[in-house]
């Protein structure tokens, strides 16, 4: 099966949409700064996700500068609202109300963001086994479906870690697990986007080699 940069990019948005759409509503009933958090990811994925589609209009330089301003967008953002607010949470605990809408809109969350990591793990790998991923991820040129992998992997990765926190404040009743939860989700997203950028870093420069050596 064929998947175009242009398919991955765009399902991206949509999951991101989706994501945005639920957890406004969840997160106004709950009042969990978790959902607040997976909120934040939403938004700013959105908005990386809209800078891709830009950069699929554009030259290959331009599309460089897109898929940077993409990743520094959440590196920037998204990470550091998220651990903010977990933090401000942590140190004031509100009790979470409704917290199976919580658990329903994370569980749409992985789900979502899993199904566009899919498609863009499979154009990645080219038929290789899903086992090489991530090595098939760092020798790979194709920088816009990286950047959604990683966007997609981080809202995945940061819906489980909401959930893992969620399930934690329930069984032991310790209110500041929700705030722990959106800084947990603010470290995962800083990670991951900080890899990303530096690796669409490292394809720029070497990209100006190639033309300063074909000059």
Do not use: C, H
């Not at 030259?59 to 651990?83: D, H, N, P, Q, R």
């Amino acid at each position: 099966m064929n998947i175009s940069a242009k398919r991955v990019v765009w399902t991206s948005f949509f999951v991101d949409l989706l994501d945005i759409l639920v957890n406004v509503f969840v997160a106004l009933l709950t009042g969990s700064i978790v959902m607040v958090a997976e909120l934040f990811q939403g938004v700013f994925d959105l908005i990386a996700s809209g800078l891709l589609i830009v950069g699929l209009k554009r030259s290959k330089k331009e599309a460089y500068f897109w898929t940077l301003l993409s990743a520094l967008v959440m590196l920037i953002l998204a990470s550091t609202l998220s651990f903010y607010f977990g933090l401000k949470r942590f140190l004031d605990p509100t009790p979470v109300e409704y917290i199976f809408l919580a658990y329903g809109a994370l569980v749409i969350s992985v789900v979502s963001n899993g199904y566009a990591f899919w498609l863009s793990a499979k154009r990645i790998l080219k038929d290789r086994s899903i086992k090489q991923v991530f090595r098939a991820f760092w020798g790979s040129s194709l920088y816009m479906t990286k950047n959604t992998f990683v966007l997609d992997l981080m809202g995945m990765s940061a819906a489980f870690v909401g959930l893992i926190a969620l399930v934690l404040y329930q069984v032991f009743g310790e209110v500041r697990f929700d705030g722990l939860g959106a800084m947990g989700i603010g470290t995962v997203l800083a990670f991951l986007s900080l890899n990303l950028v530096l690796d669409i870093w490292r394809m720029g420069k070497r990209e100006v080699r190639l033309e300063e050596q074909e000059v």
